[in-house]
C-alpha cells in the first residue's frame, strides 16, 4: 500500500511493487507559488535571497543591508552616488574579518602573480622573458 509523507516542504511518496505494475494514479499539485528572488514583486529586498550568500546576516550584516539598501532605493541620477558613505563603513567592517570576506592584499598579490591585471600581449611577453 502506497503512502505519502509532507517532510517541511517536500512531500514523499512511498509505493509498493503493487503500485508499479498498473498505470499510476498519483497526482501531484502544482506551486503557484514563484521563487523568490533578490527583489520582491512589491519593490521590497528580500534579505534571504540566497544569490546574497550569506552577506545579510554575517559579522558586517547591517552595514552591508545599509548600503545595498541605499543603492537599491537610490534616486540619483548617478543612481548610489549619495552612497558611499555607507559603503565606506561596509568596507571598513570587511576588512575587519578577512578570514570571512577575504583579505584586499592577498587578492592584489594574486592577481600581481598571475598576471591577471596584464593586458593579453603584456602578459605574453612576460611569459617569454621569464622563460628566456
Request: charged fraction near 30%.
Amino acid at each position: 500500500m502506497s503512502y505519502c509523507k509532507q517532510e517541511g516542504k517536500d512531500r514523499v511518496i512511498f509505493v509498493t511493487e503493487e503500485d508499479h505494475e498498473g498505470p499510476s494514479d498519483v497526482s501531484l499539485s502544482e506551486d503557484d507559488e514563484t521563487p523568490a528572488g533578490l527583489i520582491q514583486a512589491d519593490g521590497e529586498i528580500n534579505w534571504a535571497c540566497p544569490c546574497l550568500g550569506g552577506m545579510a546576516t554575517g559579522p558586517c550584516g547591517v552595514e552591508f543591508r545599509e548600503a545595498f539598501s541605499c543603492f537599491h532605493y537610490s534616486k540619483s541620477e548617478t543612481k548610489g552616488s549619495e552612497c558611499l558613505e555607507p559603503f565606506r563603513q561596509m568596507s571598513e567592517c570587511m576588512a575587519q574579518y578577512p578570514n570571512v570576506y577575504g583579505n584586499k592584499e592577498d587578492k592584489e598579490e594574486e592577481v600581481a602573480a598571475t598576471g591577471a591585471d596584464l593586458p593579453k600581449d603584456s602578459q605574453a611577453s612576460g611569459e617569454v622573458a621569464a622563460k628566456a
